[in-house]
Every structure is written in C-alpha cells, then in structure tokens.
C-alpha cells in the first residue's frame, strides 16, 4: 500500500504542499484538510456590487528573486499567464513610495541623484545614512530588534522612519520588538557575510539561481514591482485546487483538525470533528501564532479602491484600555485617515470593514530559537510531522508557497518535478 499524506491546512501554504506532493513521479495518497468551507486562507477576493475587487488578504505579490519566480513558474504551470495584472517599473505606482510623517506626504528618494540631496521628513541626504553603513563594524548578537538593528547600522532616523514603517507595512508589527534575523533575513545575511548590508546586498544579488519560463523573463524585461490577478488573487488557491482534484487528492472542507496522535505502529491518528484519519506523515500548514490586524478596504465614486489597513500590534493596547472595537469605529478612522492624509473627502461609495484576528504572525526578537527547538525536538523524536506556512519563516505569499514546497521535498526526499 503507497504512503499516505496528510495536509493540514487549505491557505496557501498547504495547498502549495499538496501540489507539490501530487506532482512527483510516485505520489503519495494526499489528504488536504481544511477547517472552514472554502481554501485559500487569508487570501481572499470578493466582488463589489459594481464589479470592483476587493482583496480582503494579499493584494500583491512581488516577483523579485528566487521565490517571486518560483511563485511565477507556479502561475504559468496553473494555466493563469493571461490572468496577470503586473505593475511594471515605469509605473507611477511602482515608482513613488510616500512616508507620512509629522502631518504631510513626503516622496522617498530615488535614483543617486535622489539619495545625495536633502529630502524631507530625512534632515540629511540618505547618502551619509549609505556611508555610515558602510564604515560600521558587523554586530555580534545572534538577533537583534528591527529597530535596534537599522539604528547601529543606518542611524536612528532611517531607523524610526523608514524600518519602522517598512515593519508597519509587511508584518502591522513593532519594529522595537519584531527580529531582525526572522523578519528581514537577507539583511541579518548580509551583514553577517560582508559585514555590510549595503555591500551584501550588492555582492550577493544575483547568486540563487532561478527558474526560467516566459513569464518570468517578461517580469524581469519590464521591471515588474509586484503583480496581482485579473478576477483577484483568490484565483490562484482556486486554480491549486482545481490541480489538485485533477490528481486525485481528497479535499476534505468543513473539517478542523482536532487532534493528532502518534499509534504504536508509527502512524498517525488525525482527529477530525466526527471522524479520523491514519497517515504516515502529516504536513502542518495552521497558523502557529499571531496578531490582531484590522483592514478597513473602502472605495470611493469615480477612483479606484482605496484600502486602509488600521491597528496591527497597537490594537491590543486599545482594547486593553477599554476602546470599543466596532465596524463603525473602523470605517470612521479609515475614511479620517484617508481625508487627511490622501485628501480624499467625498463619502465613499462603498464601503467593507473586515476583522482580521491572528492574522499576521510577529517574527519577535529570539523567533529564531522556537524554530530552532522545534526543528530538534521534530528530529529527536523522529516524528513523521513537517510544519509549512506563514508562521515559520516568511509571511509573504512568496514564501509561504516555498515553505510548502519545501514541506513536500522533505516528504518525498527529493524535489519535486517543478
Ligand atoms: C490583510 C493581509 C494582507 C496581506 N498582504 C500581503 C501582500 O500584499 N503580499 C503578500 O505576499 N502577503 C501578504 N499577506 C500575507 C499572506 O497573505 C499570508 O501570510 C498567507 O496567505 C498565509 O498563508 P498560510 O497558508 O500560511 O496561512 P493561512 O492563510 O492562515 O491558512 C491556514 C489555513 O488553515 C486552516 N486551519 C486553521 N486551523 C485549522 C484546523 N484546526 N484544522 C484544519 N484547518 C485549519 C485555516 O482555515 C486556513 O485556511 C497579507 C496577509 C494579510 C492577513
């Protein structure tokens, strides 16, 4: 009898597991179990009453390095290249980044012209921020706060302006408490390697090598910032499961895992809510940790959608000290913070608030040593049991869809086909 294996989870990261189980020259039985009754996970699109998209999760994913192209070559196998919307280089979108500090919009530098020139709300050109970095010495700390980091390498303005909203925009975290050498880890490489983030960065670009498919060199000839898909990014868990029926793994819907147990004979006993499963591995894509993160998506007559995505790590504190958290309270605080920061003051045309709980994991300072421990005591106990997904090693898409793949290798011992 083959092997069977079980996936638990239907976000991306399990889907992309299954995938690549499914594709191997002698796959196992693959069991996908997911607790509510869709897939997908936070990546979520749905249909404004005029057609519009509303991303509720991921509204980007950028193509850049091995795991963006990865991530491509994924799309061109699922059949959806005509379904891509990128945002080319010479975009205003994909050129102009904005900080909003002390009340007003400031345009970020770019171009060396940029960088050597005074640019608000920075009080000295980012040039002398480069040269500083240049001549400091390599830290000695196994990990460090985001914060911390940026400030001994960068200066503390590059560290409470820009890392801190850089920490806002991926992980709606702290960058005084999220890790330097889980959040941001080619940063923690390249000082490490060439005592230099700058120099790191420039050294090491280019060295991973990466899959090649048409797709891919058309996102690098046009200079693609970051991409999405034409009836939203839900397309692509549903083009994966799809795939995945074709191949004949069993989608179970509706299911939670309750529990998992170890048998006598090594196999595991997989609790679901009425029922059970056996495997003789398991592949765990649920959420480990996280954080309370708050979107409130409007959209305004005559423009495209705006998004705004309120709260992040702060919110906890908030609700501590008794603030009511209502649906109201979010549409009113988004539409201020679009008034007064974009100037958008006409009533929106609609409008959708979202909760998200526990939706971004916090990468804090030490993550590294619970990936660590757990990794020893997996291997101590030789238990037939890989964990996959946004909790571990990267939230982005991107890299939650290489955890899963990652996952599959270390099941089948070898790579997959893709
Ligand atoms: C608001 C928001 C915006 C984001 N924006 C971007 C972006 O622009 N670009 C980008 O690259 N990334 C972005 N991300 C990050 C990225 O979308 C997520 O990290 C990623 O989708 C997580 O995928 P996952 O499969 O690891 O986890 P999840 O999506 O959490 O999937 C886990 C699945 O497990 C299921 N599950 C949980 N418990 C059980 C159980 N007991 N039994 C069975 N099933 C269970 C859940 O129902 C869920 O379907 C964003 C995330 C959020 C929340």
């Known amino acids: 009898m083959g092997r069977t294996v079980v996936v638990l989870g239907g976000g991306i990261s399990g889907l992309a597991a299954s995938y690549h189980l499914s594709r191997a020259p002698c796959p196992?039985?693959?069991?996908?179990?997911?607790?509510?009754?869709?897939?997908?996970?936070?990546?979520?699109s749905v249909r404004g009453p005029n057609g519009a998209i509303f991303e509720l999760g991921p509204r980007g994913i950028r193509p850049a390095g091995a795991l963006g192209a990865r991530t491509l070559l994924l799309v061109s196998e699922l059949g959806l290249d005509s379904e891509v919307l990128p945002v080319r280089g010479d975009h205003p979108a994909a050129q102009n980044r904005f900080l909003y500090v002390g009340g007003a919009l400031h345009a970020l530098?770019?171009?060396?012209?940029?960088?050597?020139?005074p640019s608000p709300p920075f009080s000295k050109p980012l040039f002398w921020a480069g040269l500083r970095e240049l001549t400091k010495p390599r830290g000695k700390e196994p990990d460090e706060t985001v914060h911390?980091?940026?400030?001994?390498r960068l200066g503390p303005e590059v560290a409470s302006l820009a890392m801190d909203s850089l920490c806002r925009g991926v992980f709606a975290g702290n960058s005084r408490e999220l890790s330097i050498r889980s959040c941001f880890p080619s940063l923690f490489q390249a000082e490490q390697t060439h005592r230099s983030i700058l120099l790191g960065l420039l050294l090491g670009a280019g060295r991973t090598p990466q899959p090649d498919s048409a797709l891919i060199r058309q996102a690098l000839?046009?200079?693609?910032?970051?991409?999405?898909?034409r009836g939203g990014l839900e397309m692509l868990p549903q083009a994966l499961e799809t795939h995945l029926t074709s191949r004949g793994v069993s989608v179970l819907r509706g299911q939670p895992v309750c529990g998992l147990s170890l048998q006598a004979e090594g196999r595991w006993k997989v609790s679901l809510r009425d029922s059970s499963l056996e495997a003789d591995h398991v592949i765990s894509a649920i959420p480990a940790s996280g954080i309370w993160t708050f979107g409130a998506i409007f959209r305004r007559s005559r423009s495209p959608g705006n998004r705004v995505m309120l709260g992040g790590s702060w919110l906890q504190?908030?609700?501590?000290?008794?603030c009511v958290l209502s649906?109201?309270?979010f549409q009113q605080?988004?539409?201020?913070?679009?008034?007064t920061q974009l100037g958008l003051k006409e009533m929106p045309s609609h409008c959708l608030v979202h909760l998200h709980k526990n939706c971004i994991p916090q990468y804090t300072l030490g993550h590294w040593q619970k990936l660590e421990s757990a990794r020893q005591f997996l291997t101590a106990h030789r238990l037939p049991l890989t964990l996959a997904g946004a909790s571990y090693e990267g939230v982005a898409v991107n890299d939650c869809i290489e955890s899963g793949r990652q996952a599959a290798v270390s099941v089948l011992g070898t790579e997959p086909n893709s």
């Not at 196992?28 to 979520?44: A, D, T």
């Not at 530098?109 to 020139?117: D, E, Q, V, Y």
């Not at 911390?148 to 001994?152: G, H, I």
């Open 28 to 44: 196992p039985k693959v069991v996908l179990v997911e607790s509510s009754e869709r897939l997908g996970g936070w990546i979520r």
């Open 109 to 117: 530098p770019t171009g060396l012209r940029g960088l050597l020139r």
């Open 148 to 152: 911390s980091f940026a400030q001994r």
């Open 221 to 229: 000839a046009e200079r693609w910032s970051q991409w999405s898909l």
């Open 317 to 322: 504190t908030l609700e501590a000290s008794g």
């Open 327 to 329: 649906q109201e309270l």
């Open 333 to 339: 605080r988004a539409q201020e913070a679009a008034a």
